[in-house]
């Protein structure tokens, strides 16, 4: 995800009114508690205007505040949920369980409940089918609606006959570019649907199909004729494409950024690697697709969508349809996954409020998942070229890595896998630079850990090559070039243990046994071998409110608009209140999911709870200050205080913060099949304060498998005569399944870095994907003692590098 950069302009309009809402959409529904407990029965009334915005008329504006100036206290060298010594973690299958019921013993008490491994809030609602996503609010005359893709890959649509679907018995109406509600000016060509004839790339919505039924709404699409006038299409990307340049900016940061003399440095080493690597488009695929529920009441808009960011979405419909923010309710409650993809709005959010305007029905959009790689985002494939040049005992003298990369011609995106190399390694001379081709392809956009997965996977790869070069053991390289400060920006680092998760990551997978030697290995046809590779992603936060509530029966409610898309927010918040009250974490529910709720931004670039947190455990500090001070019972309606972190969270900080790891990786290679099968990953972090032992592991393990993904079966391409990916289901894009790696670890060393948050927390969503390709791919060059260059390494692509040795 990008980086957060300043706040979000959010103006605090008064609140909006009710609005259409399934029955059983009750306040338990959304905070993932039974009915019985005793938060749901000592809670405010429904027609209380706090259930919904948890500010009361006489709660304090809370602003300002005392600045955070001191980390909370914590155990020194202790991991939360081990009890053990710093590096030293229960395994996963030793880790003891904990049930809503008795998570807030797990951690020693109610100060205990901040790194416990609590149970998700929300599990039993998802695993029995009660949780309510986007396309699951039946409200009452509901319709569907269903796209029509372009079938060119450029030109302008000439014709668009809808007469064959109007005929069928249940179709509503068919929108067009030449009768679509008109859409006020948006900076992301993305959302400017229908309004006009040009087809930018295959896929790009052409017309737009509502019935009474979804089956109906298909079908009806299938009839709408669209006759266009096509154009030539260039859709390859090439290192050495005419209309390549450099953009101003990469992910926040220069484009291009150089130290010293990096081309003379790397001519005059006394070692060089100069190599190439190259990262296939991949596609996010979440298990939900993007979908809303749209109802428009009046003037009044809701919509049910499936969002990492609902306070954007409002925003940004508040634009284009030329409403107050205050007329507009984003209710995104349940989220199904969105790697980076739901980060921003995207097109059904638009065309399903387009459809529910045009109709006067409610409307549900759910993108078919066979549209989905055109239309959502992906990430760019990226071409990288690394020059390496070193010292005969290993010490870098000349870093440089130059990308190219893709976009298209309706929004520039820039796939910034160029910036790891600034953070990484200390050298004199440095070079990180990109280039970008405008082409007929559809927008690329954020997936998990964008820039850093395909830029750490090309130069941990190229430090393998440089370290086999050398004869130097891969870890000892690393640690040789250890920096002590940011190279590129020349600051200091927060906290930085890449050389503590390096040294206990060996330790444990046992790397002092390794047979440096490749292809000396063997069981049978099998080829076994071991690699290594580190891992960085930056720390990032923006500013966030919330609010805290405490009600008489001794419960506590937290309320603000952070989005829940599958890790565990409502429980962690949960926990940093449960913390900053000394309340058991069984008296305390987050609700959010709701733009009605205290604004926040979007979960993404691994910030959510970082930034949420902070206002969370401030709201919660300034309640308790309340209380200490109250005396009696509390009134009817509780007592309510108030956090805004804009101008503190939000401020440059003097520090580089980053997130660090390692990964191990052993792998067997079929040399009669070609299969690469894993046998072992291990992944040592170094994150900060970890707020859950539960969700921070399954957050470390998910992105694990999805490198492991990444490296060795995720991978698209573009077919330059149609401009389209022939990779968009979920059969012909292989997502690794439980089968794909029989033992995966991830644990963590204890990090205090006080220059971060009150909860001195880091993220934790993408940094356990970031170095799992290149661990994987330097193992299966120890094995084979090829080296592939080229993602994913595919059964094909082994076997003929393996035949062509023979």
């Known amino acids: 995800m990008p980086p957060i950069g300043p706040p979000q302009e959010n103006p605090r309009h008064s609140l909006p009114g009710d609005h259409p809402m399934d029955p059983r959409d009750d306040p338990m529904a959304r905070t993932g508690l039974p009915a019985d407990d005793p938060i749901g029965t000592g809670g405010p009334p429904p027609d ?24 909370v206290d914590r155990p020194a060298g202790q991991r939360a949920d081990s009890g053990g010594p710093a590096g030293r973690g229960t395994p996963p299958e030793t880790q003891p369980d904990a049930s809503p019921a008795d998570d807030h013993t797990a951690g020693g008490g109610p100060r205990g409940a901040l790194g416990a491994p609590a149970a998700r809030r929300e599990g039993l609602l998802k695993v029995t089918g009660a949780a309510r996503y986007a396309a699951e609010h039946p409200l009452p005359g509901r319709a569907h609606a269903w796209p029509v893709p372009a079938a060119v890959a450029r030109g302008r649509v000439t014709g668009v006959d809808t007469t064959a679907a109007l005929v069928l018995p249940g179709v509503l109406a068919v929108l067009t570019p030449g009768d679509a509600p008109r859409l006020g000016p948006t900076d992301d060509g993305t959302l400017a649907v229908l309004q006009n004839p040009r087809v930018p790339h295959r896929g790009w919505c052409v017309a737009l199909v509502v019935a009474e039924t979804l089956e109906t709404a298909r079908a009806a699409a299938g009839a709408v004729r669209v006759t266009y006038a096509t154009e030539d299409a260039d859709v390859r990307l090439r290192p050495d494409h005419p209309d390549a340049y450099e953009p101003e900016k990469a992910g926040g940061a220069p484009g291009r950024f150089e130290l010293g003399d990096p081309e003379g440095a790397f001519a005059a080493a006394g070692v060089r690697v100069d190599v190439d690597y190259r990262v296939p488009p991949l596609h996010n695929h979440p298990m939900e697709p993007h979908a809303t529920t749209a109802v428009w009441d009046g003037d009044r808009l809701t919509v049910y969508t499936s969002t990492q960011g609902g306070t954007t979405v409002r925003s940004v419909l508040a634009e284009l349809f030329g409403l107050p923010e205050d007329r507009i309710t984003v209710v995104g409650e349940h989220v199904g996954g969105g790697f980076g993809s739901k980060g921003t709005p995207r097109p059904d959010v638009v065309l399903a409020a387009m459809a529910a305007r045009r109709t006067g029905r409610p409307v549900t959009l759910a993108y078919p998942r066979r549209t989905l790689p055109t239309v959502v985002g992906h990430r760019a494939p990226t071409l990288n070229r690394l020059r390496l040049g070193a010292t005969a005992d290993g010490r870098l003298t000349t870093l440089l890595h130059e990308v190219t990369t893709q976009t298209s011609h309706v929004k520039e995106f820039v796939e910034y896998a160029g910036l790891p190399a600034r953070v990484m390694y200390a050298t004199p001379h440095l070079r990180s630079s990109h280039r970008v081709v405008p082409l007929d392809v559809p927008t690329p956009s ?16 190229a430090m393998d090559e440089l370290a086999d070069a050398l004869g130097i053991d891969p870890v000892e390289l690393r640690l040789r070039n250890e920096p002590d400060h940011e190279p590129a920006g020349g600051q200091p680092f927060s906290s930085r243990n890449v050389v503590a998760c390096l040294r206990e990551g060996a330790r444990r997978f046992g790397w002092d046994t390794r047979d440096p030697r490749p292809a000396v290995r063997a069981e049978g046809p099998l080829l076994l071998g071991t690699g290594v590779a580190a891992a960085t992603y930056p720390f990032q936060i923006g500013a966030s409110t919330a609010s805290a509530q405490a009600l008489p029966d001794g419960t506590f409610v937290v309320r603000l ?38 604004p926040a931004p979007l979960a993404g670039g691994s910030s959510g709870t970082a930034s949420w947190g902070w206002a969370v455990h401030e709201a919660c500090t300034r309640l308790a200050s309340r209380l200490a001070g109250h005396s009696g019972p509390l009134p009817a309606k509780g007592l309510t205080a108030r956090a805004d972190t804009a101008g503190r969270a939000d401020a440059d900080s003097p520090y580089a913060r980053h997130a660090f790891g390692a990964h191990f990786a052993e792998v067997a290679v079929d040399t009669v099949t070609g299969e690469i099968r894993v046998r072992r990953l291990l992944g040592v972090y170094a994150a900060g304060r970890i707020l859950n032992a539960r969700t921070a592991r399954s957050q470390f393990v998910g992105a694990m498998i999805m490198g492991l993904g990444m490296a060795l079966t995720e991978g698209s391409t573009v077919d330059t005569a149609f401009g389209d990916f022939p990779e968009c289901d979920l059969a012909s894009y292989h997502v690794p399944a439980h089968a794909d790696v029989p ?18 927390s880091k993220g934790v969503g993408e940094i356990g994907i970031v170095g799992t390709a290149a661990a994987l791919g330097n193992a299966v060059h120890h094995a084979t ?22």
């Open 561 to 598: 608009n952070a989005a829940d898309i599958g890790t565990g927010a409502r429980t962690v918040l949960a926990q940093v209140a449960a913390d900053a009250l000394g309340a058991p974490l069984d008296r305390v529910r987050a609700e959010v999911g709701r733009s009605d709720l205290p």
């Open 743 to 760: 033992d995966i670890e991830a644990d963590w060393i204890e990090e205090d870095d006080p220059h971060l948050n009150p909860m001195g």
């Open 446 to 461: 954020w997936m998990r850990a964008p820039g850093e997965a395909p830029g750490m996977y090309a130069l941990e790869s």
């Open 785 to 806: 003692g090829i080296r592939f260059r080229e993602l994913p390494l595919t059964p094909d692509r082994i076997l003929t590098a393996l035949l062509s040795e023979r």
């Open 48 to 71: 209380d205007p706090m259930a919904r915005t948890g500010l009361p008329a006489d709660a304090p504006a809370g602003e300002g505040g005392p600045p955070y100036t001191e980390p």
